[in-house]
Each structure stands twice: as C-alpha cells, then as structure tokens.
C-alpha cells in the first residue's frame, strides 16, 4: 500500500523533531563534523549523540565518513541545509510579526499608567 505524500511528509518532519537532531543537522552545514566535535558542540551523552545520528542515517539525511580510527559525518545533500534555513527564515518572520503585535499592544493600551500620588504644596509643608 502506498504511503500518502502528506502523510511521509509529517514522518519526514517528525524525524526532525528532536533538538539534538536539528543540532547536528546545524553543524553539519558547513562540511563533515568529528563525531567527538558533535559531542563538545551539543554537549549530550555520547549513546544519545550516536541514537541521533542513527535516526538521521536511516533517513539518508547523513552519511558517516570513517577515516583512520575518527568516524566523521557529513548531510548526504544540499537540501537539507536549505530547509534549516528557510526554517530560520520563518522563525525570523514569524518573531517579528509577534514583536510587531506587542509593541502595538503597547500603543493602544487603554488603561492608565499607574503612577505614585503627588504631594500637594499644602501636604508638603505639615
């Protein structure tokens, strides 16, 4: 039976959802990564880093590059980079449209500032 495109969309997003995973695809952007160099970036259990990464090479998003005894890992394509940063160009939109929101909730607020009373000229003398 054949998998609807919108539902292997939503598992292909789903296969994202995890910060360490997004992390890595990160680093990952600007050439292969040292396994022990993803560890001091993202800073998770080495059994976590290597589940991750698991996910990710099930996926095709990455491939392992073993050279000597240091096991490298590289995005297997352009794509995903591109992804990242479409995604960090909507995030980037959609703050904005918030800050947007909130300074104009600033500006209409209807109530009054709360502000300390002032002493009359006469108070100020007892």
């Known amino acids: 039976m054949r998998v609807p495109l919108y539902q292997a969309k939503a598992e292909f997003f789903r296969m994202l959802g995890h910060p360490a995973r997004i992390r890595v695809l990160e680093l990952l952007q600007h050439g292969p990564v040292a396994v022990r160099d993803l560890l001091a970036d993202i800073e998770i259990e080495p059994s976590s880093l290597s589940q ?3 996910v990710l090479r099930r996926a095709g998003i990455v491939v392992s590059i073993r050279e000597g005894s240091t096991v490298s890992y590289a995005l297997a394509g352009g794509d ?4 990242l940063r479409a995604a960090r ?5 959609l703050l904005a449209g918030q800050n947007e929101l909130l300074v ?5 607020d209807d109530s009054p500032p709360v502000t300390a009373p002032t002493q009359t000229a006469a108070e100020s003398v007892r």
Not at 80 to 83: H, Q, R, S, Y
Not at 89 to 93: G, M, P, S
């Open 52 to 54: 991750q990464l698991a």
């Open 80 to 83: 995903v980079a591109e992804l």
């Open 89 to 93: 160009r909507i995030l980037t939109e």
């Open 104 to 108: 104009e909730l600033r500006q209409t």
